[in-house]
């Protein structure tokens, strides 16, 4: 049975998704792995990504991507 995902349980998927974002970011705008997760970290979206009810945790690395580059 997949448990249900809440706001204690979300950090957990949290390090992956931002991993495969980095990565991303780093390809489409250089710089270092670092430079791309400090971005991802300090970005508005990546605190409505640690809330649950925004849903933003369904999206994928290419969605998260697409999303962050909306909201700059």
Known sequence: MIPEITNQNLYLLLPSKAALFAKIYKDKHGGTVQDAL??????????ELEQEETKLWHYGPVA???EFEERQ
């Open 38 to 47: 400090r971005a991802f970290y300090k970005s508005k979206m990546y605190k």
């Open 64 to 66: 998260l991507y697409e």
